[in-house]
Structure formats: structure tokens, C-alpha cells
């Protein structure tokens, strides 16, 4: 078996040549990454639904846009909260998963957490590979590995992500962020 190098608390950033339409101009945030697999969400992926509308409690916390977003085509009907804390300790509620990044205990009372979020997103589903899977698509040129931010977690224009996250590397990388939607009509 090969040692896999963990990559948690990472960003996935779809290259423009990725043809599954789950994750076109897709930004993941890997949650988990080891021997066993790959867990992540899609954090540039809002749905129309309010988190008003399913996590009634939690609402108040969230950032804007204060909807829930679409975290994967995996388990469509559960829900994440991924939340930045700063400092070295987190409440009750959190787990943290790299850096100030980590994942809230949604049956936790919100109160718990409340005075200590910086912020936090509600996903509906995740994205997951298998063993292998994701250094398969690694290797196949699918994803760029980039560094995340605290700050990309709870993006308030998250449909420009893709692009932000791109734009600011400082290598060849910045460059694809001008890529055109469709390159048919360039």
C-alpha cells in the first residue's frame, strides 16, 4: 500500500478541462484525507434554500448569502455546518479540522457556539472519493491543490471563488483564473 499524504484542510479547484458537471469551476475544501479516502464540500455551490428554511436555529449564524449550498452530489439530504473559529481552543459543538476550519455539531444547541463563531456555512451533501480515487484524478490533471483561507469558507460573493482563489497564486495558476466559460466562443 503507497503512504497517501494528506491534504486536509486544502483546496480542490476544478481545472478547466474537469468534465464532471458536479464539479464544473468547483472549489472543495477537503474536510478529510487519508489511506481511506476523501471528504470535502463544494463551497462555491449556493442553493436557493434559506437555512431559515431547514436549520431554523442555526439561521441567525450564518453568513451571507444565508442559504444553504449544495456541499456534493453525496447524500443530498444531510446537512454539514463548517464553521471558522479563531484561537487555539473551540467551543463545545466544534471539531477542528485544519487551522481555525472545522465541523459543528448540528444537534448541538446553536447557544454553545454562538459567541465564539467567526463563521459559518450550511452544506447540503459532500463530496467523496474512495482509496486511490482522488489521487487518480490527481494525476489525471482534474484538480489544482491549492492552499485554503479561513476566508473561503464563508465567501460572501461565492460564485466568484473559482476565479479569487486562482487569481491569487502566485505562480502560472493566476493566469487560468481568466479562463472563459465557454472557450467555443473566444
Sequence with gaps: ????????????????????????RAVVLLLDHDEEGSLGVVLNRPTPVGVVDILTAWA????????????????????????????????????????????????????????????????AGYAGWGPGQLETELNEGAW????????????????HLWRAVLRRQRSELAMIATYPDDPSLN
Design 1 to 24: 500500500m503507497t503512504e497517501v499524504s494528506s491534504l486536509t484542510g486544502r483546496l480542490l479547484v476544478a481545472t478547466p478541462a474537469l468534465a464532471d458537471p458536479n464539479f464544473d
Design 60 to 123: 441567525g449564524l450564518t453568513g451571507e448569502p444565508d442559504v444553504v449550498f449544495q456541499g456534493g452530489p453525496v447524500s443530498l439530504d444531510s446537512a454539514l455546518g463548517v464553521a471558522v473559529i479563531p484561537g487555539d481552543e473551540g467551543p463545545l459543538g466544534w471539531r477542528r479540522v485544519y487551522g481555525a476550519i472545522g465541523l459543528v455539531d448540528l444537534e448541538a444547541p446553536p447557544e454553545l457556539l454562538a459567541a465564539a463563531l467567526g463563521s459559518l456555512r450550511i452544506f
Design 144 to 159: 489544482y491543490v491549492v492552499e485554503s483561507e479561513p476566508g473561503d469558507v464563508s465567501s460572501p460573493r461565492p460564485e
